[in-house]
């Protein structure tokens, strides 16, 4: 088991700059490849960005490529999410998740993923 505690969130104004982090906690955080993931309201939960156990392997959704980094400090047990360039529609809560430990592929299938935070939420103003 892992638990996960997202920070970070808050009301920025387009193309601004915010940074989420995971506190994670529990089972040895090195083991899992991580995700984040948001969810606007009465849209489904969507992927945005992967990163591998070691963090030498990333992979973004569309939609925030080159404008989002992920990365994470193991040492720290602690997952970011570093986004610039922020638009209105990038308001959502923020979620950070870690894939089971079956699978070894990064995964963008919200499915694969087994432990979830409580999310934290962003809102970008136009």
């Known amino acids: 088991q892992v638990q996960l505690v997202e920070s970070g969130g808050g009301l920025v104004q387009a193309g601004e700059s915010l940074r989420l982090s995971c506190a994670a906690s529990g089972r040895t955080f090195s083991s899992y490849n991580m995700g984040w993931f948001r969810q606007a309201p009465g849209k489904e939960r969507e992927f945005v960005a992967t990163i591998s156990r070691s963090g030498g392997n990333t992979y973004f959704a569309n939609s925030v490529k080159g404008r989002f980094t992920i990365s994470r400090d193991n040492a720290k047990n602690t997952l970011y999410l570093q986004m610039n360039s922020l638009k209105p529609e990038d308001t959502a809560v923020y979620y950070c998740?870690?894939?089971?430990?079956?699978?070894?592929?990064?995964?963008?299938?919200?499915?694969?993923?087994?432990?979830w935070g409580q999310g934290t939420q962003v809102t970008v103003s136009s």
């Open positions: 998740a870690a894939e089971s430990t079956y699978f070894s592929h990064l995964s963008a299938n919200k499915n694969e993923y087994v432990h």
